[in-house]
């Protein structure tokens, strides 16, 4: 994916600021919603092995989230009460890219969760190392992930209309995507100042939604959607 300036940054952000507990909360959110979406959407495939490989995928943010569920209550913070401000703007997204077919679902599981990992990740370099590892191993991407890649190449390479169509689904979710983070920082103060210092500025915010759009060019064009 492209330069991640956040790699080499200096821990910047105390573990006990209080923007870390609500990162780990819009997290655990996101993978819980994962969980659920991606069980439900392996009813989609016309295949076995497709309801497999989503049945697996599904078990690993299912890990992820008891990862966060712990970071959470290591700090004495119950993950349901942490998750409640978060669930309006995550299922607004989710409900404005629901998936009608299996090929829109891969997508939106390999470009769609991409997305937000990309967003996590650009911060995690001004995070302590203990906080650091918890956001980018829970953002880390299976081997699951490859079935997807070849699944989408094969059907867009064998039909100029679907890739059309999910040429127009990836910008979408692009969208949509931005459209959601932006709000979440509109909501909540504390995240909003942990990514303000994370980044610098305001201007190095916007230049952060910049590289997440070049890190989705860069998926598309895996998936054989340039």
């Given at each position: 994916m492209g330069a991640n300036p956040s790699a080499s940054l200096t821990p910047s952000i105390a573990s006990d600021h209080p923007?870390?507990?609500?990162?780990?909360?819009?997290?655990?959110?996101?993978?819980?919603?994962?969980?659920y979406r991606l069980a439900e959407e392996a009813q989609l495939s016309p295949s076995m092995k497709g309801k497999l490989a989503l049945a697996k995928m599904a078990a690993a943010e299912m890990n992820h989230f008891e990862t966060l569920e712990t970071a959470l209550s290591d700090r004495g913070i119950d993950v349901f009460d942490a998750m409640a401000p978060f669930v309006r703007a995550l299922d607004a997204y989710h409900d404005s890219t629901n998936p009608s077919t299996w090929l829109e679902s891969m997508v939106k599981a390999y470009v769609g969760d991409g997305i937000a990992a990309d967003f996590y990740r650009e911060i995690a370099g001004a995070l302590e190392p203990e906080v650091a590892d918890i956001v980018r191993d829970v953002l880390a991407e299976t081997d699951h992930s490859e079935f997807v890649v070849d699944e989408v190449r094969n059907a867009v390479a064998a039909s100029r209309?679907?890739?059309?169509?999910?040429?127009?689904?990836?910008?979408?979710?692009?969208?949509?995507?931005?459209?959601?983070?932006?709000?979440?920082?509109?909501?909540?103060?504390?995240?909003?100042?942990?990514?303000?210092?994370?980044?610098?500025?305001?201007?190095?915010?916007?230049?952060?939604?910049?590289?997440?759009?070049?890190?989705?060019?860069?998926?598309?064009?895996?998936?054989?959607?340039?």
């Amino acid at each position: 994916m492209g330069a991640n300036p956040s790699a080499s940054l200096t821990p910047s952000i105390a573990s006990d600021h209080p923007g870390v507990a609500e990162l780990f909360a819009v997290l655990a959110y996101g993978e819980i919603s994962a969980f659920y979406r991606l069980a439900e959407e392996a009813q989609l495939s016309p295949s076995m092995k497709g309801k497999l490989a989503l049945a697996k995928m599904a078990a690993a943010e299912m890990n992820h989230f008891e990862t966060l569920e712990t970071a959470l209550s290591d700090r004495g913070i119950d993950v349901f009460d942490a998750m409640a401000p978060f669930v309006r703007a995550l299922d607004a997204y989710h409900d404005s890219t629901n998936p009608s077919t299996w090929l829109e679902s891969m997508v939106k599981a390999y470009v769609g969760d991409g997305i937000a990992a990309d967003f996590y990740r650009e911060i995690a370099g001004a995070l302590e190392p203990e906080v650091a590892d918890i956001v980018r191993d829970v953002l880390a991407e299976t081997d699951h992930s490859e079935f997807v890649v070849d699944e989408v190449r094969n059907a867009v390479a064998a039909s100029r209309q679907d890739k059309d169509r999910l040429m127009l689904w990836g910008r979408r979710l692009l969208g949509e995507a931005i459209t959601q983070a932006q709000f979440v920082l509109a909501q909540r103060e504390e995240l909003t100042e942990l990514v303000i210092t994370a980044t610098g500025d305001l201007n190095n915010i916007i230049a952060l939604f910049d590289r997440m759009q070049e890190s989705h060019a860069e998926r598309m064009a895996v998936l054989g959607l340039i």
